[in-house]
């Protein structure tokens, strides 16, 4: 047996009988809830490929209006423009629960003074800058957006390889052995029956014996 | 429900454009400095903090605290050199810890 010893009875064969059916039953639940989150994971990690590459073609692009920018007006003037932003981000988180895994949305909110996000005034920048800021304002949704897919499929993964690890858990240690206990039980029950049933044919034999002399 | 903010940490000329978006940007100057940054501002009530992928080596440990958990999501963008491929080698690793074993 492995490990411990358990008792022989018909109490221990039942409540090993219901764990069994329990951990059947919790096995299937959990392999499709692993299968579910699989498969829900995978279409995470196509969007976040594809968010992150495009991305990283925006910020590419940003990146050099801005130094387009830096290189019209020279460093320290850039910098000052952008000293004192006139828009203020704010960020709202909400969670979605995807198979008891939450996770979390954004929806950000601009609070743009005036209309427009350029934060100076025309007269001593040049028109690279504001070129650079649209590129900039542009691939900041993809960005958001990257973000929340980018935690999605971190807190997935993790659900994941716990789930994982469960299904496994349950189908190779608990409920082999749930099988194994149960069957030494019924093996062990089946051989105290013979035993007794031999035991009272001896018995018969001697008593017959005893009262008849007689003998098979 | 608490309005959350965004930071971005990441050399001076990288992240510069995006004072103007009206995000909290934080400069660092080398691995150790941002390293201390996002560990301060992961604390505070920021959601999403977007970091350079030059700094991402020396900020390791945070970016793994802060894995499992829903807030703040650290998210690695590209500095101005360009993709590095660290997001992308972190993207494998989180499929790889998914499915149990590399699939690519």
Do not use: W
């Not at chain 1, 692009?61 to 006139?86: D, F, I, N, T, Y």
């Not at chain 1, 994982?164 to 062990?188: D, H």
């Not at chain 1, 031999?198 to 003998?215: E, G, N, W």
Request: include cysteine.
């Amino acid at each position: 047996m492995a490990g411990k010893t358990i008792n022989p009875t018909r109490m221990e064969l039942t409540r090993l009988k219901g764990r069994l059916k329990t951990a059947v039953r919790g096995h299937k639940l959990l392999k499709d809830k692993r299968d579910e989150m699989m498969k829900q994971f995978l279409d995470v990690v196509r969007r976040n490929r594809e968010l992150r590459r495009k991305v990283e073609e925006g910020l590419q692009r940003a990146g050099a209006s801005l130094s387009l920018a830096a290189a019209v007006m020279g460093p320290e003037m850039l910098e000052q423009s952008l000293l004192c932003p006139k828009a203020r981000v704010s960020l709202d988180v909400d969670f979605r629960n995807i198979m008891s895994v939450n996770v979390p949305e954004y929806a950000f909110h601009t609070e743009a003074q005036q209309g427009d996000l350029y934060p100076y005034g025309f007269a001593q920048t040049s028109g690279e800058l504001d070129a650079a800021l649209d590129d900039i304002s542009a691939v900041f949704q993809d960005m958001l957006e990257l973000a929340q897919v980018e935690k999605t499929m971190q807190l997935l993964a993790q659900e994941i390889e716990k789930t994982r690890r469960r299904v496994n858990a349950l189908e190779y240690v608990v409920i082999p052995e749930a099988q194994r206990n149960i069957r030494y039980i019924s093996m062990k029950l089946d051989e105290n029956e013979r035993g007794n049933t031999t035991r009272l044919m001896k018995v018969k034999d001697m008593v017959l014996q005893d009262a008849h002399r007689y003998s098979t | 429900m608490t309005m959350y903010k965004i930071a971005v940490i990441g050399e001076r000329e990288s992240v510069l454009g995006f004072r103007a978006l009206g995000l909290d940007v934080r400069f660092a100057a080398d691995g150790e400095q941002a390293r201390q940054t996002l560990h301060r501002l992961a604390q505070e009530d920021y959601a999403v903090i977007y970091l350079t992928e030059s700094f991402s080596a020396a900020c390791e440990a945070e970016i793994a605290k802060y894995k499992d958990v829903a807030v703040p999501a650290i998210i690695l963008i590209p500095g101005r050199g360009g993709s590095l491929g660290v997001a992308e080698a972190a993207l494998q690793s989180a499929v790889e810890r998914a499915v149990g074993a590399d699939i690519s």
